[in-house]
């Protein structure tokens, strides 16, 4: 176990060294404080900031966060598991200096996402970042597994000036339409900018089907790395917006009917630089192995949407025939099914073929997200599991027998079905360990006691601007 005698306890070799460079650099670039970043159990952002002066002792000793944020609710407010939730104890915030970006949207900061460490120095078991650390670590150690991740984020943008809570959006004209994309072309411009300023590799920015909505994709990284990415990219689309006076949400229900906003995931596994979702004797290419992964995640995905989709909001967008995939299905470019298998373009296969898993929405926290999403597709390895026979078009239109033959079924349709179905499913709870898990389990529940007696219209207006 590392102790607080060691340097850097939360860091990486070379840290203290770097963190002195920074703090001597960072105000020469007008920066004068650094955000440090986590993502609560009920996948709301936290922060801590540091002036830059502070950010060598930030590196060296932590910065001090209550391990009660465990287990806040998306409303603020606050359960308990068997050891977490109490006023006790404390934690130390280190951040990652490997990832610190000068935030192009917020003049005068910086952003640094965070692992949270005990006061004695051990890595704390509630940390989601340190959760998805340890999957990857292990898939690579058990497996010889790497894996490339993207979070796409879909966003509702209204305008500042509409009555308080309530959500106007703040462009006109059809979805994907033209008149959406000239209306906010200084907003998104500005936006593709402060990415490019960051770092971030983006695909492509467009206007998405709901009324206000947008949608960014990014390029792939490493799943800490990618997880990191999802955060960034939402903290600086905020900031954009600020600027523009306008207000964005990521609420899965920005209003009770509608589509709603998602935040599918993309996912492949990769073998000594080899892309296993490609160039295997399976089903449209896929390896053995790449077909046990995918069957392991289309298997668990009743449990999994207590992770993938952990707001009472996000039970008012995922409904059939939306593209939100609902059902345990999978296809080849199905964008109903569940579980998407993605071939990319011709001639480009071995670099672009993953899965795409739909049921996601940005009410979940990345790394949670992410982690559970790969324990559940080792899993599905190490059983050798065979994906069902393929569905094409929209499952809802199955009939109780051809469902059948396919292993087709609903999803859970409200949070309380969710976390039933996690209470039950070791695989998950064995991989996010006991602390952490109970966490899940008691902030879940503690949703549905918050949403309980609501209807949908003052469901989605409760969450609409938490996320």
């Given at each position: 176990?590392?102790?607080?005698?060691?340097?850097?306890?939360g860091?990486r070799?070379?840290?203290?060294?770097?963190?002195?460079?920074?703090?001597?650099e960072?105000?020469?670039?007008?920066?004068?404080?650094?955000?440090?970043?986590?993502?609560d159990t009920a996948?709301?952002g936290r922060?801590?900031?540091?002036?830059?002066?502070?950010?060598?002792?930030?590196?060296?000793?932590?910065?001090?966060?209550?391990?009660?944020?465990?287990?806040?609710?998306?409303?603020?407010?606050?359960?308990?598991?068997?050891?977490?939730?109490?006023?006790?104890?404390?934690?130390r915030?280190?951040?990652?200096?490997?990832?610190?970006?000068v935030?192009?949207g917020?003049?005068g900061w910086?952003w640094a996402?965070?692992?949270?460490?005990?006061?004695?120095g051990?890595r704390?078991?509630?940390?989601?970042r340190?959760?998805?650390?340890?999957?990857?670590?292990?898939?690579?150690?058990?497996?010889?597994?790497?894996?490339?991740?993207?979070i796409?984020?879909?966003?509702?943008?209204?305008?500042?000036?509409?009555?308080?809570?309530?959500?106007?959006?703040?462009?006109?004209?059809?979805?994907?339409?033209a008149?959406?994309q000239?209306?906010?072309?200084?907003?998104?411009?500005?936006?593709l900018?402060?990415?490019?300023?960051?770092?971030?590799?983006?695909?492509?920015?467009?206007?998405?089907y709901?009324?206000?909505?947008?949608?960014?994709?990014?390029?792939?990284?490493?799943?800490?790395?990618?997880?990191?990415?999802?955060?960034?990219?939402?903290?600086?689309?905020?900031a954009?917006?600020?600027?523009?006076?306008?207000?964005?949400?990521?609420?899965?229900?920005?209003?009770?009917e509608g589509?709603?906003?998602?935040g599918?995931?993309?996912?492949?596994?990769?073998?000594?630089?080899?892309?296993?979702?490609s160039?295997?004797?399976?089903?449209?290419g896929?390896?053995?192995?790449?077909?046990?992964?995918a069957?392991g995640?289309?298997d668990?995905l009743?449990?999994?949407t207590?992770?993938t989709?952990?707001?009472?909001?996000?039970?008012?967008?995922?409904?059939?025939?939306?593209w939100?995939?609902v059902f345990t299905?999978?296809?080849l470019?199905?964008?109903?099914?569940?579980?998407?298998?993605v071939?990319?373009?011709?001639?480009?296969?071995?670099?672009?073929?993953?899965?795409?898993?739909k049921p996601v929405d940005?009410?979940?926290?990345?790394?949670l997200?992410?982690?559970?999403?790969?324990?559940?597709?080792?899993?599905g390895l190490t059983?050798?599991?065979?994906?069902?026979?393929e569905?094409?078009?929209?499952?809802a239109r199955?009939?109780?027998?051809?469902a059948?033959?396919?292993g087709?079924r609903?999803l859970?349709?409200?949070?309380?079905?969710?976390?039933?179905?996690?209470?039950?499913?070791?695989?998950?709870?064995?991989?996010?360990?006991?602390?952490?898990?109970?966490?899940?389990?008691?902030?879940?529940q503690?949703?549905?006691?918050?949403?309980?007696?609501l209807?949908?219209?003052?469901v989605a207006?409760?969450y609409?601007w938490?996320?």
């Open positions: 176990m590392t102790t607080l005698a060691d340097p850097v306890p860091g070799p070379g840290d203290l060294e770097r963190a002195g460079a920074l703090a001597g960072l105000p020469g670039r007008g920066v004068h404080g650094v955000v440090l970043a986590y993502v996948g709301v922060v801590k900031t540091v002036p830059t002066a502070g950010l060598a002792s930030a590196a060296a000793w932590g910065v001090g966060m209550s391990p009660v944020f465990d287990t806040f609710l998306a409303g603020d407010g606050i359960v308990t598991t068997d050891v977490l939730g109490s006023p006790d104890g404390d934690l915030l280190y951040p990652a200096l490997d990832r610190l970006v935030l192009a917020q003049p910086a996402p965070v692992d949270r460490i005990t006061q004695d051990a704390h078991p509630g940390c989601s340190t959760f998805l650390r340890r999957i990857v670590a292990g898939a690579a150690r058990d497996h010889g597994l790497a894996f490339r991740a993207g796409e984020i879909e966003w509702s943008v209204g305008l500042d000036s509409a009555p308080a809570g309530e959500f106007l959006p703040a462009t006109t004209g059809p979805a994907y339409g008149t959406r000239v209306e906010l072309s200084a907003y998104t411009a500005e936006l900018a402060a990415c490019a300023a960051q770092g971030v590799e983006v695909d492509q920015v467009h206007p998405e709901a009324p206000g909505q947008f949608e960014i994709s990014v390029g792939a990284l490493d799943p800490v790395a990618a997880a990191d990415r999802s955060v960034l990219v939402r903290q600086t689309i905020r954009v917006a600020h600027r523009h006076g306008l207000r964005v949400s990521f609420s899965p229900a920005v209003e009770a589509v709603g906003n998602g599918h995931v993309h996912l492949s596994a990769w073998r000594d630089g080899v892309n296993l979702h160039g295997g004797g399976r089903r449209h896929m390896t053995a192995d790449a077909e046990a992964f069957a995640i289309l668990r009743p449990a999994l207590a992770v989709a952990p707001s009472p909001a996000s039970y008012l967008r995922l409904k059939p025939s939306q939100a995939g299905a999978w296809g470019e199905t964008r109903e099914a569940a579980v998407r298998l071939r990319g373009t011709a001639g480009r296969h071995a670099q672009q073929a993953n899965l795409e898993v940005l009410a979940a926290n990345p790394y997200l992410l982690g559970c999403l790969i324990a559940a597709g080792l899993d059983r050798s599991a065979v994906l069902p026979q569905t094409t078009g929209d499952p199955l009939d109780t027998a051809a059948a033959e396919r087709v609903r859970p349709v409200s949070l309380a079905e969710a976390v039933t179905e996690f209470r039950r499913d070791e695989v998950l709870r064995d991989a996010l360990g006991p602390v952490l898990a109970d966490a899940v389990t008691a902030v879940r503690g949703e549905i006691d918050a949403a309980d007696g209807d949908d219209e003052r207006a409760a609409r938490v996320y």
